[in-house]
């Protein structure tokens, strides 16, 4: 079926990988709700767009890692206030907690509301490791002694 048309549940239960109950059941308790056309009562039908199919799909792979259904939704809730579009964000999980990048230095754990996950880049601290060891060698030569980096034979 066309995009912009919508998907219809049977087809949403097969690209997704998930059963009409879990579908009805994620509908019901507003997890992923239909974004074109919620049913209406008897003999309407669903109609999901591509994004809801794509939140879906995380729901479903985040469940398949071993989260909670509780631990997604609270993720969940986070994301839509915080109105970030779905696709700028990256997801990643430890199988029991739930982040989003921030920035190169930031992680928020999205169960916890946003609290902050501090980020270490290993190769920046081994950077600025041999920067302090390369200055206090220098300022060891200036002093006339040598640095303990010369004394441990490493220089």
């Avoid at 992923?32 to 919620?38: E, G, H, K, L, T």
């Avoid at 259904?69 to 430890?94: C, F, G, H, N, W």
């Amino acid at each position: 079926m066309a995009d912009d048309e919508g998907y219809r549940v049977p087809e949403v239960c097969k690209v997704v990988g998930i059963s009409y109950r879990q579908l009805d059941y994620w509908a019901r308790t507003e997890l992923v709700r239909p974004s074109i056309r919620d049913a209406g009562g008897s003999g309407t039908q669903r109609l999901y767009s591509f994004e809801d199919l794509l939140q879906l799909r995380v729901v479903k792979t985040l469940l398949d890692t071993g989260i909670s259904l509780q631990q997604i939704r609270k993720a969940i809730e986070y994301l839509k206030e915080s109105k970030r579009q779905p696709q700028s964000v990256t997801l990643m999980s430890d199988g029991n907690r739930i982040y989003a990048p921030e920035s190169p230095d930031a992680v928020i754990d999205l169960i916890s509301r946003g609290q902050g996950v501090f980020a270490i880049a290993l190769d920046k601290v081994r950077d600025d490791l041999s920067n302090s060891l390369a200055k206090g060698a220098g300022q060891a030569a200036r002093a006339g002694r040598p640095s303990r980096l010369a004394r441990a034979g490493g220089a």
